[in-house]
């Protein structure tokens, strides 16, 4: 099993950066891809990044792309999601996930443990 806690979000102006970290527990951290996905207000939970489990392959979508950049440390049993020139359209609170598979999986159904989450509002 696994369980994971979301830090970083906070209010950041538009165009600024923001380091968002996501901090698991479990012996077989490694065993698992992990994902970011984010929540608008009335909005559908979008994926947003993705990293395989040896942190070798990532996965982003057009949204962010270029903006956007995942990390992990096996080690620490840590991910990282880096935001750059961030836009007031990325208000939304931030979720990590892990899924214990091969692949990086895209839809939320897909995957196992879910953090808390964690706020982050970019102010125009």
């Known amino acids: 099993q696994v369980q994971l806690v979301e830090s970083g979000g906070r209010l950041v102006q538009a165009g600024g950066s923001l380091r968002l970290s996501c901090a698991a527990s479990?012996?077989?951290?490694?065993?698992?891809?992990v994902g970011w996905f984010r929540q608008a207000p009335g909005k559908e939970r979008e994926f947003v990044a993705g990293?395989?489990?040896?942190?070798?392959?990532?996965y982003y979508p057009d949204s962010v792309k270029g903006r956007f950049t995942i990390s992990r440390d096996n080690a620490k049993k840590a991910v990282y999601l880096q935001m750059n020139s961030l836009k007031p359209e990325d208000t939304a609170v931030y979720y990590c996930?892990?899924?214990?598979?091969?692949?990086?999986?895209?839809?939320?159904?897909?995957?196992?443990?879910w953090g808390q989450g964690t706020q982050v509002t970019v102010s125009s």
């Open positions: 479990g012996r077989t951290f490694s065993y698992y891809t």
């Open positions: 996930a892990a899924d214990y598979a091969v692949t990086i999986q895209l839809v939320e159904v897909e995957y196992d443990y």
């Open positions: 990293i395989s489990r040896s942190g070798g392959q990532t």
